[in-house]
């Protein structure tokens, strides 16, 4: 059984910069991609970025350019470097990770506000 566990949301200015952290905690899961979704007040939740243990990455086109994805050499947490927050940012960020099926973190709160 896996559990993703998510750290690092809070309050910042906008231009500011936040990093996003998930841990996979349990055992006996095979993690092949690990990624974050968000989900603003009234909207869908959507992609934000993914990384495959392969290494390849994948941006929403809105993030591109300011948010960076990353696995630590473990495997087992993800990072996500967002850089030059916009207020349309504001969201709650979920950590996903596939282990065959996808695993949900709790969500962290993102607020980008002046």
């Known amino acids: 059984q896996v559990q993703p566990v998510e750290s690092g949301g809070g309050l910042v200015q906008p231009g500011g910069s936040l990093r996003l952290s998930c841990a996979a905690s349990g055992s006996g899961f095979f993690i092949y991609a690990m990624g974050w979704y968000r989900q603003a007040p009234g909207k869908q939740r959507e992609l934000v970025a993914l990384?495959?243990?392969?290494?390849?990455?994948n941006y929403a086109n809105s993030v591109k350019g300011r948010f960076a994805i990353a696995g630590d050499s473990a495997w087992n947490t993800v990072y996500l470097q967002m850089s030059n927050l916009k207020a349309e940012d504001t969201a709650v960020y979920y950590c996903?990770?596939?282990?065959?099926?996808?695993?949900w973190g709790q969500g962290t709160q993102v607020t980008v506000s002046s």
């Open positions: 990384i495959t243990r392969g290494g390849g990455t």
């Open positions: 996903y990770v596939d282990v065959g099926h996808q695993a």
